[in-house]
């Protein structure tokens, strides 16, 4: 089993930035795909951002060229650099992990875009 632990989640004023890091425990398959989801009030969960385990990446809309997701295998460890930050990125950030027929979800992480 996997379990996937979010931190670096707080406070920051609109424009500023803010990185995310999930570090992954357990059976990690080497193919494993790894991204980042989150979900604002009043809003369904949304992908913001995949990276597969050779670094392919895929980005929501709304995010691009502002957030970089990133991973180091040896760590185990997917990141999020969130640039740019805007009140509307308000949400709790979860880390996701897939690995077929596997999906593990961590706990998930408050990021507020405030002033």
């Known amino acids: 089993q996997v379990q996937l632990v979010e931190s670096g989640g707080g406070l920051v004023q609109p424009g500023g930035s803010r990185g995310l890091s999930c570090v992954a425990s357990?059976?990690?398959?080497?193919?494993?795909?790894m991204g980042w989801y989150r979900q604002a009030p009043g809003k369904q969960r949304e992908l913001v951002a995949v990276?597969?385990?050779?670094?392919?990446?895929n980005y929501a809309d709304s995010v691009k060229g502002r957030f970089t997701i990133s991973r180091d295998n040896a760590k185990n460890t997917v990141y999020l650099q969130m640039n740019n930050l805007k009140p509307e990125d308000t949400a709790v950030y979860y880390c996701?992990?897939?690995?077929?027929?596997?999906?593990?979800w961590g706990q998930g992480t408050q990021v507020t875009v405030s002033s």
């Open positions: 996701n992990l897939w690995s077929r027929p596997y999906t593990y």
């Open positions: 357990g059976s990690i398959f080497s193919d494993a795909v």
């Open positions: 990276i597969t385990s050779n670094g392919r990446t």
